[in-house]
């Protein structure tokens, strides 16, 4: 079975839920007092996709302002992005778009766009509304699914999502895609975040 390495990173305003997500996925774990990320953590988690492994490389990024500068060390070949806001709080929403835009500027061409629209638990304070995010996402091209970190809700699926819009390889180990390239990553040396 081949395994292939997909580099993912997240980002998004802080306080949305990016470490939740990733904790719920890597660990099927929630901690509702975690610390806001510095810089970035990293963790792995290898799936099963069809006949092949995926080993997902999770960079969560800072959500504070003063990261954001270091987000292009991040999203630099990666293969897809999952970028979360906070159904709960429209601002988070807008920040969203700009993620959009400067990926689209500076981020690796045909990465995969996620949008993660979470707690979605909450929906009595909701202030985005699921269809206004969903228009938004398909006039992009990108993934849309409202999630939970909280409750698990619809966690595995985003990253099933991602590995259903990766092009496969062909007979050669390349890219069945024309102008896709997914490049092995090389090995970080980077002390792995204990999550939760």
Known sequence: MTLRELKVCL?????VGKSSI???FVEDSFDPNINPTIG???????????NELHKF????????????????????GSAAAIIVYDITKE???????????????????NI???????????SDAREVSEKDAKDYADSIHAIFIETSAKNAININEVFTQISERIPVLDAEGGSAVKGFKLRRQPSVSTRERTCC
């Open 40 to 50: 970035a953590s990293f963790m792995t988690k290898t799936v099963q996709y069809q």
């Open 112 to 122: 995969v766009v996620a949008i993660a629209g979470n707690k979605c638990d909450l």
């Open 22 to 24: 990733v904790c719920r």
């Open 91 to 109: 601002e988070s929403f807008q920040t969203l778009k700009n993620w959009v835009k400067e990926l689209r500027q500076h981020g690796p061409p």
């Open 57 to 76: 490389l999770i960079w969560d990024t800072a959500g504070q302002e003063r990261f954001r500068a270091l987000a292009p060390m991040y999203y630099r």
């Open 11 to 15: 980002l998004g305003d802080t306080g």
